[in-house]
């Protein structure tokens, strides 16, 4: 069963905005977005607590990006707005239970397939 389901990448010019989803098949206890460019190390973009109103953003994207969960949808957003072509990367979303700031430990994160962002300057 796949438990982490993205959506919502594309390919944009420079300061636009784009809204990425993640849909759970099931409440975690955090929920995260990371990055991996091409060549580059995976890189936590932003986290959260499900059950709270903690966030944790990477410092890449503070204040130009808005994590979120829908609890009605089970979902989990990352609005990122005024785009550079540095944020060009796969974008993962990931979950778990055993959670340190927001993000999951690395031995209890379960991964969604991944979405595309590019952006062209």
């Known amino acids: 069963q796949v438990e982490l389901v993205e959506s919502g990448g594309g390919s944009v010019q420079a300061g636009a905005s784009l809204k990425l989803s993640c849909i759970a098949s099931?409440?975690?206890?955090?929920m995260v977005w990371f990055r991996q460019a091409p060549g580059k190390e995976r890189e936590g973009v932003a986290g959260l607590y499900v059950n709270e109103d903690s966030t944790t953003y990477a410092d890449s994207v503070k204040g130009r990006s808005y994590i979120a969960h829908d609890k009605n949808k089970n979902a989990l957003t990352l609005q990122m707005r005024s785009l550079k072509p540095e944020d060009t990367a796969m974008y993962y979303c990931a979950a778990g239970e055993d959670c340190n700031g927001g993000f999951p430990t690395p031995g209890s994160r379960i991964w969604g397939q991944g979405t595309q962002v590019t952006v062209s300057s």
């Open positions: 099931r409440r975690h206890t955090c």
